[in-house]
């Protein structure tokens, strides 16, 4: 079947400690995306890429980074250099930004 | 000021009961989305419209391009709708999302 597939769900990970977080999609979409939901707050965009070597800053990248080698995959890292990473992550992929958004079940991460 | 305001933030229903959701928005857009978020934290599109008015089984979703106004509508409510409902929006290369309606339907 397809979809968009995100792992793990859970993550715990030490403060200081970069970690990496999955994101797959077997649906052919050129557009994927990274964002952060915390409570009370919409989501909020950290990066998207529109094809494939390529990708753009949302507002609030500092502290993450991305990369796009495939087409299928767009895998997220926390650095050590993001001051507050415990969040749940969510992955999205559209074929363009005008047509409709298909999303993983997303990754909580803690640092403790 | 967020693009994406919604109300009710929280909402509670009896089982049956008719409920409306709204979504305004403060940018031009392409298209307007009605999201579901279940409890385990995965997201699925319920509807993307530019105009007019959609329906798939008990849900229905209006916009008004004019008024910069959507609302989402559950009719016959039942436990099992009870997610948080979230409006988005796509205006240039970037979606922008509503904090979400939380929405609890009591049997």
């Known amino acids: 079947d397809g979809g968009i597939t995100q792992s793990p769900k859970y993550l715990f990970r030490k403060e200081g400690q970069n970690v990496t977080l999955s994101c797959e999609q077997n649906?052919?979409?050129?557009?994927m995306y990274w964002y952060r939901q915390d409570p009370g707050q919409g989501l909020r965009l950290i990066y998207y890429?529109?094809?494939?070597?390529?990708?753009q800053k949302g507002d609030i990248a500092e502290g993450y980074s991305v990369s796009r080698e495939k087409k299928e995959s767009f895998p997220l890292t926390v650095t050590s250099a993001q001051k507050n990473p415990t969040a749940f992550y969510l992955c999205?992929?559209?074929?363009?930004?005008?047509?409709?958004?298909?999303f993983g079940q997303g990754t909580r991460l803690t640092v403790v | 000021k967020n693009e994406v305001e919604q109300s009710p933030q929280n909402l509670t229903a009896q089982e049956g009961e008719f409920i409306t959701i709204n979504c305004s928005y403060s940018?031009?857009?392409?298209?307007l989305h009605w999201l579901q978020q279940h409890p385990g934290g995965g997201i699925v599109s319920l509807f993307m419209?530019?105009?007019g008015k959609k329906k798939h089984g008990r849900l229905i979703a209006t916009i008004n391009i004019q008024e910069k106004h959507s609302s989402l509508h559950i009719t016959a409510s039942h436990p099992r709708d009870s997610a948080v409902y979230i409006c988005?929006?796509?205006?240039?290369?970037?979606?922008?999302f509503g904090t979400g309606t939380s929405l609890t339907v009591i049997p």
């Open positions: 999205a992929s559209s074929t363009s930004v005008n047509t409709e958004a298909f």
């Open positions: 649906l052919n979409h050129d557009a």
């Open positions: 890429s529109q094809i494939v070597n390529d990708f």
């Open positions: 419209l530019s105009s």
């Open positions: 940018v031009g857009i392409s298209a």
């Open positions: 988005a929006v796509t205006a240039g290369n970037q979606f922008y």
